[in-house]
């Protein structure tokens, strides 16, 4: 099993825990509700940030010709972590022998704690090991210092990992609505990041998506982007991964691993286009209950709404940060896409 500990006194910091993959909603700020949202990761697991985080930061002017590519940004950035890579993301009730230090806290959040800078000290020897993250609009996460904490045990945890088949029966997907109706933000964040890698995958080609469901959460926002399809579209979009059919058009939907990140297989020349595991396994199996006692057909566009009444507007931030991060983004298309949505970068009303 994997525990952390510190770095100071080798004193055990977590309870053992499994390794799962970074969620795509990590960093999402949503709005300024009365409270924070659910905690980021469930209980026993553990995920890693592979890039720099926290102070100091660099601008990206300051940066020399080609440092920013061989730190994996592909399009400009206000700043960028010149930090430690590492840092450890766990769910708050995972955490021992640590206590939020009140000297440790900042003044600059709402209505609970913004996670700016460290705020938890060990028990045993009162080094700041910890940030602790529950101000309102944001996932509720406590981070695990890199260079004050480390492992101290390593093992495969509670969590053994599922296969594909096991996925479908053990994690069914998050719904997309919230109780008022609204969009989930695991939904704005998840097609967000998805729409950045179609649009790389695409090559700039109007893009045909003949599944309604899929259609109904992409289609507006792409015709926003790149235009609306016309006859001469031949780049088609569809749905792929375990308990479908082989896919058959040009990009695949396919599902990321939750606990590995590993995507969905597709055979060549098909391009996979990853989408976080709870939204795909509702999209690709969900159904609405057909109304009853009709013997006549109904097609797909008659039957009741499987989303809430308003379009989705993917999380703009999140499509930006991993468009950055797509060597496709240095195309001169995608690139003024970029660029454009740079500039308000919470939301896609601009496009």
């Given at each position: ?160 990992v599922l296969d594909w088949r096991d996925l479908i ?183």
């Amino acid at each position: 099993m994997t525990v952390h500990g510190c770095r100071s006194c080798g004193a055990a910091l977590t309870v053992p825990v499994s390794r799962v993959a970074l969620p795509v909603h990590t960093y999402q700020r949503y709005g300024n509700g009365p409270g924070p949202l659910d905690p980021l990761l469930e209980p026993g697991t553990f995920a890693m940030d592979p890039l720099p985080s926290g102070s100091p930061g660099r601008r990206w002017a300051e940066l020399e010709a080609g440092e920013a590519e061989a730190l994996g940004w592909y399009a400009p950035r206000f700043a960028i972590s010149d930090g430690p890579a590492g840092q450890v993301l766990l769910a708050p009730g995972d955490v021992r022998g640590v206590f939020i230090d009140p000297a440790l806290v900042g003044d600059s959040a709402c209505c609970g704690l913004d996670g700016s800078e460290p705020n938890m000290v060990c028990v045993t020897c009162g080094t700041p090991v910890a940030t602790r993250i529950d101000d309102c609009g944001l996932w509720q996460a406590v981070w695990l210092e890199p260079l004050t904490t480390h492992v101290i045990e390593e093992g495969p945890g509670p969590h053994p990992v599922l296969d594909w088949r096991d996925l479908i029966d053990q994690r069914p997907g998050i719904p997309p609505s919230e109780p008022d109706g609204g969009w989930h933000p695991m939904w704005t964040a998840a097609v967000a990041s998805a729409l950045a890698h179609l649009l790389a995958a695409s090559g700039g080609d109007p893009i045909l998506i003949p599944d309604h469901r899929v259609a109904a959460i992409f289609r507006p926002t792409l015709d926003r982007l790149v235009g609306p399809v016309n006859a001469r579209s031949e780049c088609t979009l569809v749905l792929a991964g375990p308990g479908l059919p082989a896919a058959d058009g040009h990009l695949a939907l396919v599902p990321e691993h939750p606990q590995t990140g590993e995507h969905w297989p597709v055979a060549r020349p098909v391009k996979p286009v990853p989408l976080a595991w709870d939204v795909w396994r509702h999209l690709a199996f969900h159904r609405d209950v057909k109304p009853v006692g009709l013997s006549v057909p109904i097609p797909p566009e008659a039957l009741p709404p499987l989303f809430p009444s308003h379009r989705l507007d993917p999380d703009g931030r999140i499509f930006l940060k991993v468009l950055a991060r797509l060597p496709e983004v240095r195309q001169p298309w995608l690139r003024a896409i970029y660029d454009r949505g740079r500039r308000f970068d919470y939301c896609f009303y601009v496009f």
